[in-house]
Structure formats: C-alpha cells, structure tokens
C-alpha cells in the first residue's frame, strides 16, 4: 500500500494542508512544523505523485498529447515542438497514439483526465469530431494542433496550416509544368484539412480549364501501403495520369513505390508531389517535391498558447494559421 499524503500528516501529527504547504514550499510554516513534517516524509519514505500535488497545487505542470500517427514523421515533428516548449515552460508531457481509432482517444482523453493534466493539445480532431466538441463546450484547457474543426460560435485555439493554398500550389506546380491528367490522393475525409486540399487542387484545375477525372480523386488514410494500392490501380486503369498530388509525404512515397514496380520513371514518366516536407522528403529516390508545413514551431506555438492560457495570462479563442510553401526537390518534371 503506498504511503499517502494522510499518513505524513497523521505521523507529524499536523493537517493535510500543512503536509501540502511543506511539499509546495510554503512561507506560512514554521521552520519546527516543516522539519518535524520532513522527518516523517522521511521515516516513512514518501514520495508525493503528480496526483497528490494536483490535490494541493490544483496544477500537476502536465501537459497531454494525443496524436493519431505517431509512426508518420509529422506527428512526430509536432510533438517534438510541443515537448520543446514544455522544456522551456516547466511543463511535462504525455505523448498519446490514438492509431486514428476514436475508441482510443476515447480512453486516452479519460486517462489524461484521471491524471489531471493541466490542458490537451489534440491532433486528431476530425470533421464534426463529438469528443472534441464536447471538450470544447465544457472549456476545457485544450489546443487543436494540425487538424481544426467546424463548430459554429465556438470559443476554442487552433494551430494549423493554410491547406487550401497548400493544395493550390502543388497542382498549380504540376500544371505549369504541362500535366494535365493529375491524380489526387487525400487522407480520410473526415479529417477537413483533406477537405481544404482537395478545394485547393480543385481550384488550380477550374483555373487552368482542364478537365476533372473523378477516378483520379481517392480518399485513404495517410499511409503509404494507400498510396502504392491507389497509385498501382489508378496507372493500370484507363485514365492515365501523368501526375499525382498526394495529401502527404507518406502516401507519395506510396506512389513513387507503385510506378516504380510498373517500371515507370519518377519523374520521367510520372511526376509526383507530396505534403508536409517531413524529413523522409528528402531521403526517399527520388527526393520528393512537397508542401512544406512548418511542424516544430506550429508544435511550439501551440504548447506555449496553451500554458498561457492555463496561467490565465491569455483566454481562448484564437486561430493561427501558419503558411504553406512548394519546395521543389527532384520527384516533379515537366511532360
Ligand atoms: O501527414 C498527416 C497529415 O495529417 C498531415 O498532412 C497533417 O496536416 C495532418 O493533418
């Protein structure tokens, strides 16, 4: 059984408020009162938790992550951001993979709680997403990081990136350089910056005048297994396009993966461009061509709002939207 905050007190003979105002430091005890306090946390070797400091401070200085990916290089730029400024706040933080399963962020979202984080920095979010509504309307501390959503006179945070322009830019890339059959593979749909991307590619064909090929258009889950099964279908089908837009970088490698098992050149053949500029962009064969968003310091950003707004030196309600920029590397070419 461990030793609890109560069975100090009840061995220096003192209330459970002055065994808190020891183990915070407090002035309003006497140096006879912290020393007698001392000797039994001594004597009988207890070591305060988190949850009892939350009992006392009403703050445990934690911070939650809950992610939906943390194998795909994004997710993990995110975080390292976050933990970054946790470091440089005083902050701790706990790092949660949901595996895009609602059911886990579910749990996840109910465990954070038992610990009594301070705030919730949430990756996941979806369209319309229930769980994080609900969070939102109960004002609970919390950052949405990467993914925003829709909800009509809410006052909540977000950090995200312009999506739409993202989208834009790698179509209009691909369209300049003479493509005009371009495949456009997004993540699930129920996440909006898909929704934004998707707007974006849509926006630079309309410009151009060329034509949409709905079989070209696929929704999947980010990964690259997606990318190389959509990508191998759409080249063996009867459209071909001689250009893919992938939603991110992991899917793109997907697609440079099925045309090179098609025996297609990248970008010889068949150009490709990605999004997010991970650091895998630039490793894989050829280096991608993506849309860069600025992982470690939306990451900062969104930790450090939260812990202001925790310390009540700032209140919700505030959307940042980071820019988005084409990064040319050698996956792109012209027809
Ligand atoms: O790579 C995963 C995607 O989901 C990223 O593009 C990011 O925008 C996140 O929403």
Do not use: W
């Not at 030793?3 to 007190?9: L, M, N, S, W």
């Not at 209330?15 to 915070?24: D, E, G, H, Q």
């Not at 059911?103 to 769980?131: F, M, P, R, W």
Request: aromatic share 8%; charged share 25%; hydrophobic share 40%.
């Amino acid at each position: 059984m461990p030793v609890t905050i109560y069975d100090v007190a009840r061995k220096a003979n003192v209330s459970i408020a002055t065994v808190s105002r020891v183990l915070n430091n407090s002035s309003l005890v006497s140096a006879k009162t912290r020393e007698r306090v001392m000797k039994a946390i001594e004597e009988l070797n207890f070591s305060p938790n988190v949850i009892a400091s939350a009992l006392t401070k009403k703050s445990t200085k934690t911070l939650g992550i809950v992610v939906p990916d943390i194998s795909n290089p994004f997710f993990a730029e995110l975080t390292r951001g976050v933990e970054d400024a946790c470091n440089d706040f005083g902050f701790n933080l706990i790092i949660c993979n949901t595996d895009n399963s609602i059911d886990k962020e579910v749990t996840y979202i109910k465990l954070l709680k038992q610990k009594s984080i301070d705030g919730y920095i949430i990756s996941t979010a979806y369209y319309n997403d229930e769980i994080v509504l609900k969070m939102i309307k109960s004002n609970v501390p919390m950052i949405l990081l990467g993914r925003d959503i829709e909800c009509e006179g809410c006052n909540f945070d977000a950090v995200v990136s312009d999506n739409e322009k993202g989208g834009y830019l790698a179509t209009k890339h691909l369209i300049d350089l003479g493509h005009q059959k371009i495949a456009c593979l997004l993540g699930p749909p129920r996440v909006k910056v898909n929704l934004e991307r998707e707007k974006g590619y849509l926006k630079a064909i309309h410009e151009a005048n060329l034509k949409i090929y709905p079989e070209l258009v696929g929704y999947g889950d980010f990964k690259v297994d997606f990318g190389y099964k959509k990508a191998l279908e759409i080249l063996t089908g009867k459209i071909k396009p001689t250009a893919f837009f992938a939603a991110n970088d992991l899917t793109a490698i997907g697609v440079i993966k099925a045309a090179k098992s098609l025996g297609l050149k990248v970008p010889q053949d068949i150009s490709v461009v990605g999004y997010d500029n991970t650091m895998l962009a630039e490793l894989v064969d050829p280096p991608l061509t993506t849309i860069s968003q600025q992982m470690k310091k939306m990451g900062y950003l969104a930790a450090e709002m939260l812990i202001k707004r925790i310390k009540n030196e700032r209140t919700a309600g505030e959307k940042v939207v980071f820019d988005v920029n084409l990064v040319i590397r050698k996956s792109t070419d012209y027809i």
